[in-house]
């Protein structure tokens, strides 16, 4: 069974830092992709970051490069999402990702697993 659960959430203040976690298992994450999403109430899905498990390739939404940095750590199975210098309209829930071959890292719909997301809350 396939698990990807995500934790690190919670209420930040701008500027702050905060560093989510999302534990992997059941699959053999060596061969995927490993990405975070985010969404906004009323708001579309969006990309945030992404990384071939395996090494050598990371993407980052434009918006977004320079504050946040994703990371793993093999021995744990564990994908990281370092967010620095929150912004308020950072507020959303983050979800991890798994895909095989994402057809488009961007794109939501080409990635066939998701945690339960996070909330991550930034205050003013």
């Known amino acids: 069974q396939v698990q990807l659960v995500e934790s690190g959430g919670g209420l930040v203040l701008a500027g702050g830092s905060l560093r989510l976690s999302c534990a992997a298992s059941?699959?053999?994450?060596?061969?995927?992709?490993m990405g975070w999403f985010r969404q906004a109430p009323g708001k579309e899905r969006e990309f945030v970051a992404a990384?071939?498990?395996?090494?050598?390739?990371?993407l980052y939404a434009d918006s977004l490069k320079g504050r946040f940095t994703i990371s793993r750590d093999n021995a744990k199975n564990t994908v990281y999402l370092q967010m620095n210098s929150r912004k308020p309209d950072d507020w959303s829930v983050y979800y991890c990702?798994?895909?095989?071959?994402?057809?488009?890292?961007?794109?939501?719909?080409?990635?066939?697993?998701w945690g339960q997301g996070t909330q991550v809350t930034v205050s003013s």
């Open positions: 990384m071939k498990w395996s090494g050598g390739i990371t």
């Open positions: 990702a798994a895909g095989r071959r994402p057809s488009s890292w961007y794109d939501p719909k080409g990635w066939d697993y």
């Open positions: 059941g699959l053999p994450f060596s061969t995927y992709v």
